[in-house]
Nanobody
Framework: QVQLVESGGGLVQAGGSLRLSCAASGFTSSSYSMGWFRQSPGKEREVVATINGGRGTTYYSDSVKGRFTISRDNAKNTVYLRMNSLKPEDTAVYYC???????????????????WGQGTQVTVSS
């Protein structure tokens, strides 16, 4: 069955870095667009970054552009999110998700993603 397992979250000081991993199983992640989303208390889940299947075109939200990098290792069936220059406002639970449909561009709407990981907490202290 399809599974997504995130890891790599933790507590870091402002200005620090983390790398999140999303290990996929039960499907070939390179054929799908994959996304990283985040949600903090009282806020809606929001897109952070997406990477399309195939050519791997990427998208970043304005709040993380230039600081975060999404990538994938097809041999490991894993998607990564490298986060640099972290800010306290980046504090949230981070989720990876699979876009519904093969070879469909990712997009920012979480309703278009059909499988989600359990989430990993990222806390950035000031």
């Amino acid at each position: 069955q399809v599974q997504l397992v995130e890891s790599g979250g933790g507590l870091v000081q402002a200005g620090g870095s983390l790398r999140l991993s999303c290990a996929a199983s039960g499907f070939t992640s390179s054929s799908y667009s994959m996304g990283w989303f985040r949600q903090s208390p009282g806020k809606e889940r929001e897109v952070v970054a997406t990477i399309n299947g195939g050519r791997g075109t990427t998208y970043y939200s304005d709040s993380v552009k230039g600081r975060f990098t999404i990538s994938r290792d097809n041999a490991k069936n894993t998607v990564y999110l490298r986060m640099n220059s972290l800010k306290p406002e980046d504090t949230a639970v981070y989720y990876c998700a699979r876009r519904n449909g093969i070879a469909v561009p990712g997009g920012a709407n979480p309703r278009n993603y059909d499988y989600w990981g359990q989430g990993t907490q990222v806390t950035v202290s000031s």
